[in-house]
């Protein structure tokens, strides 16, 4: 019965700290991990309703020795400017496809919130977190006057919530207590049907499969937080960020790493030539720099590590080098400036084909990165695969128009009967790759290669 459990929470709350001075705890009493855990299941259970959703509401509440009034600020329930709703018990969630499940004891009930409506402020790179995303949240609530409130058979308690990102530890009458955490289960909830799962075939095969706008984006986690350094996870081919939810799992979860990182993830159509899907990449980089810290007063933001696996390696790299006229050189001799081209395409042909490093990138990852090629884009299903690729209509036209300009004779034909995609790019002896491969990282960034045998 709901109102059995919010009394065996108030009883928890009361023996945990409803106690005088000289009747304070041991720390390491047997009893106060068995009333934690009272108390937590307990606040669960009694606000849970029939639907498996924890209420977070004001009102009165049932206790078989009296009542409860609770009371909650709406602010309690609003996180980066969005309104939480939704909230399930994080023990309720059964966990499937990440190899831990982390949870920090402590006191309260850990839930799992969804985002709503904006209604208020969101505070900088709050638009870029990831549309579907579950907040893990804990509840608390308050009694004052616990001892008093349950001999008279009355008692008032204020709700308070606290996501993950936001404190570990809280004050309750003078105690400094951990909060209770569960991550993981919100996590997998996010994932959980969600349609990213679809993007790594569909997104390969179709230019515009997410129709909300632009499929290459940026999309962070959390919030931006000064004085972290950002780690860009760049997934590869036939695949989506959704691959990268492990490492997630494992990162956001280490007390070392998330205290001084925070995650960030590309996603892009990976069936789009490389150096389209790179150009957007590095420009993506730089508008959200100067986005978040005009000013440049953050100086973990320069700090940038950029990890790539598989072909997200190749478009990594384009980060980190100065190409020059390179990749230009490879469509025509003539210079760019002397090529007419309508002013939209002059910037894409620009952005996709002119690297410079980026300032504020420290380190590049390669993880299986296919510098010199990889042999599955020699295989007959993958020039099968290539054919269904459906580029961008700003790709195609651009292609044409550099054909028609060409001095090349050979180039003009393969540009003109088949636009190369990133299947084509990723061929031993493409042109494309062997250019990328003979530009060196620069030397004020450090790069690192995970090659598995």
Do not use: C
């Amino acid at each position: 019965r709901k109102d059995q459990a919010l009394a065996a929470a108030v009883y928890a709350y009361a023996f945990l700290f409803g106690r005088r001075p000289e009747d304070a705890l041991q720390p390491f009493d047997p009893r106060v991990d068995v009333a934690r855990n009272v108390y937590n299941i307990g606040l669960t259970r009694g606000l849970t309703g029939p639907n498996g959703e924890v209420s977070l509401e004001s009102g009165v509440q049932p206790l078989p020795f009296g009542s409860l009034s609770i009371s909650i600020d709406p602010s309690q329930k609003v996180w980066a400017g969005r309104e939480l709703t939704k909230f399930l018990p994080a023990t309720s969630v059964q966990v499937r496809g990440l190899a831990n499940r982390y949870r920090q004891s402590g006191i309260g009930a850990p839930l799992s919130a969804t985002r709503g409506e904006v209604v208020s402020a969101q505070p900088p790179g709050a638009a870029r977190v990831a549309p579907r995303l579950q907040i893990p949240v804990t509840a608390v609530l308050r009694l004052p006057g616990v001892r008093a409130g349950i001999a008279e058979g009355s008692l008032s308690g204020s709700l308070e919530t606290f996501a993950e990102d936001e404190r570990p530890t809280l004050e309750i009458e003078g105690h400094t207590i951990p909060l209770e955490r569960e991550t993981s289960s919100s996590l997998a909830y996010t994932l959980e049907g969600a349609p990213i799962w679809d993007f790594g075939l569909a997104g390969f095969r179709v230019g515009d499969f997410m129709t909300t706008g632009p499929v290459e984006k940026l999309y962070f986690l959390k919030p931006y937080r000064p004085g972290k350094i950002p780690l860009v996870l760049v997934h590869g081919t036939l695949s989506s960020p959704a691959t990268w939810a492990q490492v997630v799992n494992e990162l956001d979860n280490d007390p070392i790493v998330s205290s001084h990182y925070q995650i960030w993830l590309f996603i892009y159509n990976t069936g789009n030539p490389i150096a389209y899907s790179s150009g957007i990449l590095t420009s993506s980089l730089r508008e959200v720099v100067e986005e978040l810290d005009p000013d440049g007063k953050d100086p973990a933001l320069r700090r940038m590590v950029v990890v790539g696996h598989s072909q997200g390696g190749l478009l990594t790299k384009t980060v980190a080098i100065h190409s020059g006229d390179a990749f230009w050189k490879q469509v025509t001799q003539r210079p760019f400036d002397e090529v007419k081209l309508d002013p939209k395409l002059r910037e894409l042909a620009k952005r996709s084909l002119f690297y410079e490093p980026l300032p504020f990138v420290e380190r590049v990852v390669f993880m299986s990165t296919p510098h010199g090629g990889s042999y599955l884009s020699d295989f007959a299903p993958a020039a099968w695969l290539s054919r269904l690729i459906k580029l961008p209509l700003s790709v195609t036209r651009l292609v044409v128009d550099l054909a028609s300009q060409s001095d090349d004779a050979d180039v003009r034909k393969k540009l003109t009967a088949h636009p190369p995609t990133s299947l084509d790019n990723m061929r031993a002896g493409n042109p494309f790759l062997e250019t990328l491969r003979t530009l060196p990282i620069d030397p004020h960034i450090k790069a690192h290669s995970i090659i598995p045998e």
